[in-house]
T-cell receptor
Framework: SAVISQKPSRDICQRGTSLTIQCQVD?????MFWYRQQPGQSLTLIAT?????????ESGFVIDKFPISRPNLTFSTLTVSNMSPEDSSIYLC??????????????FGEGSRLTVL | AQSVAQPEDQVNVAEGNPLTVKCTYS??????LFWYVQYPNRGLQFLLK??????LVKGSYGFEAEFNKSQTSFHLKKPSALVSDSALYFC???????????????FGRGTQLTVWP
């Protein structure tokens, strides 16, 4: 398994501001992902955080709105830029320890609950 | 397209009774299926997965799931429910199509399980 710590756990933000969420893993992992869980809805993949290169974004998500960093194999950040109330969600960091395999499960952090006023 | 459906938003069951949380899937190729649980204000916790082999998969906390290829289902079950099982349960399928994001999961909308004393 993996122990994943996210900061902040929750925050209330003003419209137009930006917030950076940190994800720290207790061991080196091959793959890190950022998911969004909107109120009453399922989880949606935002992007894959690639170590040492630009993140790979899913359809509907762009780097200008959700810049991601991954400087090493245990840490990543997600920034939610120029926030609007529609960005109010839980943002979840997720990791996989199985390089090149689709059979391993993902492990999730406890999430960062953002409320945008 | 890869997708899962959880037809029930809520499931209510008395403590000690068996519980079933339903999931059906639609995939191209062989399905890799997962169940996760989310307790209030917590991240997702892995329960169990089906990759290949026995159709009955056993997981954490006494849960099990039955893979049924003909019915394209992967229902989560527990013989005797506990009040502490009350949580949000997500079914997910791994995207294994060529060229897709490695490790990506498609999640159902979730089923809120309530077990009353």
């Amino acid at each position: 398994s993996a122990v994943i710590s996210q900061k902040p756990s929750r925050d209330i933000c003003q419209r137009g501001t930006s917030l950076t969420i940190q994800c720290q893993v207790d061991s080196q992992v091959t793959m890190m992902f950022w998911y969004r869980q909107q109120p009453g809805q399922s989880l949606t993949l935002i992007a894959t955080a690639n170590q040492g290169s630009e993140a790979t974004y899913e359809s509907g998500f762009v780097i200008d709105k959700f810049p991601i960093s991954r400087p090493n194999l245990t840490f990543s950040t997600l920034t939610v830029s120029n926030m609007s109330p529609e960005d109010s969600s839980i943002y979840l960091c997720s990791v996989s320890k199985n390089r090149g395999s689709n059979t391993g499960e993902l492990f999730f952090g406890e999430g960062s609950r953002l409320t945008v006023l | 397209a890869q997708s899962v459906a959880q037809p029930e938003d809520q499931v209510n069951v008395a403590e000690g009774n068996p519980l079933t949380v339903k999931c059906t899937y639609s995939v191209s190729g062989n399905p890799y299926l997962f169940w996760y649980v989310q307790y209030p204000n917590r991240g997702l916790q892995f329960l169990l997965k089906y990759i290949t082999g026995d159709n009955l998969v056993k997981g954490s906390y006494g849960f099990e799931a039955e893979f049924n290829k003909s019915q394209t289902s992967f229902h989560l079950k527990k013989p005797s429910a506990l009040v502490s099982d009350s949580a949000l349960y997500f079914c997910a399928v791994r995207d294994i199509r060529r060229g897709s994001t490695l490790g990506r999961l498609y999640f159902g909308r979730g089923t809120q399980l309530t077990v009353w004393p």
